[in-house]
């Protein structure tokens, strides 16, 4: 087996494992509130965070991409309408690519 | 659901992205597929792809890959007293996790809710990411850029849409969002890829240190933790 199909498997196996752990975990745990407010705010934080990071980062870097940016920024506004899911998702991308088609970004 | 099936197409696009990637950075095909099939998260399967094309050991690369793999078991952990699986199906729930399908489900006003939208976004979701992938790894260098069409964007605006009901929510919710945002933006030039996510837990963890939850019976009645609903 070549180093590529282990690494390619191993992390197969780590990721799923990683998604059944916090399935398994002893019901009593979540009986603790402050375990389940901090459950309950974690995946906010992590979505924030990942939010944040694939609008201003590439990598390592941190990246100034304005057609990115405005793309976002257009789905705020659509979220802030009261827009339904997929208006905001089209806003968003649309305002993105209109903006690099127009050579921004 | 309709949404939560829109949300699977719309976000399993960027497999395309993904197989292209994969198979740039020297992986096979087949490689690339299993890749999608067996660990099917993709911030993490675009971590692997990304450390081998830049050159890096596939032990780091693995190692960063399940190291951002490690919120999945946070968001299961959430999802666990939602879902209620039992027995093997568990076995099947557990790969259904994922950024996506976590956020649909919170989503949702009640628990019968979100258990649909769990399995709808992880249905729609593992159905276009895989055929998405496999176009994408056999058209390498043959469609044009992602981002030309805006498709970088899709993820963060999803990721943003769905966690704005939670923003509303409360302040101690807005609290680790910012929190969160802030923590992965300062830690990006000085982590590898995919650490920032991770260390944005923390916020949750200050937070809810800060804020004592409510006392058992009390029920803040927020949306999507299940308790409204039973």
Request: proline share 5%; glycine share 14%; hydrophobic share 60%.
């Amino acid at each position: 087996m070549s180093g590529a199909w282990f690494a390619v498997l191993a992390t197969a196996a780590g990721c799923y494992g990683l998604k059944l752990a916090g399935l398994t975990i002893p019901e009593r745990l979540l009986g603790n509130r402050w375990l389940r407010r901090f459950a309950e705010l974690v995946p906010v934080a992590l979505l924030a965070a990942l939010v944040a990071v694939q609008a201003g980062a590439k990598g390592s870097m941190l990246v100034f991409d304005p057609a990115r940016l405005a793309g976002l920024a257009a789905g705020v506004v659509a979220l802030m309408l009261r827009a339904p899911f997929l208006i905001v998702i089209i806003a968003a991308a649309g305002t993105a690519a209109v903006l690099r088609l127009a050579g921004i970004g | 659901m309709r949404d939560g099936i829109l949300l699977g197409l719309a976000v399993g696009v960027s497999g395309l992205a993904f197989g292209a990637a994969a198979v740039s950075a020297g992986l096979s095909v087949w490689q690339t597929c299993a890749l999608s099939l067996l660990a099917y998260t993709g911030a993490s399967q675009f971590a692997l792809a990304g450390t081998i094309a830049a050159g890096g050991s596939l032990l780091a690369g693995s190692a960063g890959a399940i190291l951002l793999g490690g919120r999945n078991a946070l968001y299961s952990l959430r999802l666990t007293g939602l879902l209620k699986v039992r027995g093997p199906a568990r076995l099947l729930a557990a790969q259904g996790v994922t950024d996506e399908s976590t956020a649909f489900a919170l989503a949702q006003p009640d628990r019968a809710a979100a258990r649909a939208g769990f399995r709808a976004v992880f249905a729609s979701l593992y159905l276009t990411w895989n055929v998405a992938t496999l176009a994408g790894a056999i058209g390498a260098g043959r469609i044009g850029s992602p981002q030309s069409f805006g498709l970088d964007v899709v993820g963060p605006a999803a990721f943003l849409a769905l966690i704005w009901p939670r923003l509303a929510a409360g302040r101690a919710e807005r609290a680790a969002a910012a929190g969160g945002a802030a923590i992965a933006i300062a830690a990006t030039p000085f982590l590898p890829p995919g650490a920032p996510i991770i260390l944005a837990a923390f916020a949750a963890l200050v937070v809810t240190l800060a804020s004592p939850p409510p006392a058992p019976g009390t029920s803040a009645g927020s949306a999507g933790d299940g308790r409204a609903a039973s």
